[in-house]
């Protein structure tokens, strides 16, 4: 399972794409603004997502991915987190101010960031991986501690530690206490948690709610989804 808070400003004109398989493009569905994916699945159960985090400097060579839908361009490209993560490094790219969560339907996942130089790769412990705002590989770098990644981590150990059968609601449920709720700031700009996306990768279920509004969900089955053969944008209101 792979679920996702994203954070951010109300007024942005977010939506849903997705782009069928190609001759050499795999079907895709990704989500964000400004043709930009914030994060996304494709048609093998590559998932991916990022985050914000403090500035660091990126290696000698490497170069933030400004102009280019890198997102999209993995997820029509690479079926598994080993070829995603080979992809930016044979691109060259990395990210001065975040880092990048990888899934697969492997049960492989890792976070990638770059600290002081350096690409780091963190693998899921426990049968699970937790990013927020803070470089997981150097606390120091700030946004830790983090109240948000601590009510994560508390109710998944709680649903690890249970007996029950694990699903995605219950996965879903586990990331509520780390929801942003509205808030105007001094400028008069709304902001919060703009969105949340449940995927469910071994059985292709997407869901998004929209603004914390448990009445406006999109659900799709992603396996119908990438049978279509032409483009299709779904706005987010």
């Not at 691109?91 to 001065?96: L, P, S």
Request: with cysteine; charged share 30%; glycine share 8%.
């Amino acid at each position: 399972y792979f679920v996702n808070n994203e954070d951010y400003w109300y007024n942005v004109n977010a939506y849903i794409q997705i782009n069928p398989k190609s001759q050499d493009e795999y079907a895709r569905l990704w989500y964000g603004w400004k043709d930009f994916a914030q994060g996304g699945i494709n048609e093998f159960g590559l998932v991916f997502d990022g985050a914000i985090t403090p500035k660091q400097k990126i290696p000698d060579g490497y170069h933030n991915p400004d102009g280019r839908n890198v997102g999209d361009e993995i997820l029509s490209k690479c079926k598994t987190v080993e070829e995603a993560v080979d992809f930016l490094e044979k691109e060259k790219i990395a990210i001065a101010e975040g880092h990048i969560m990888f899934g697969d339907n492997t049960g492989n996942a890792v976070v990638l960031e770059w600290v002081n130089g350096q690409k780091k790769i963190v693998q899921k412990r426990d049968n699970m991986l937790i990013a927020t705002n803070y470089l997981l590989s150097d606390t120091s770098a700030g946004n830790f501690p983090c109240r948000r990644y601590e009510s994560i981590e508390q109710r998944l150990n709680l649903l690890n530690e249970s007996k029950d059968s694990l699903e995605l609601k219950k996965i879903g449920n586990a990331i509520g206490g780390a929801v942003q709720l509205p808030k105007t700031d001094e400028k008069g700009n709304l902001g919060g948690t703009l969105y949340t996306t449940f995927i469910d990768i071994s059985d292709m279920e997407f869901k998004l709610v929209f603004k914390l509004d448990n009445s406006n969900i999109t659900k799709l089955d992603l396996k119908k989804e990438f049978e279509k053969t032409h483009r299709q944008k779904i706005k987010l209101k």
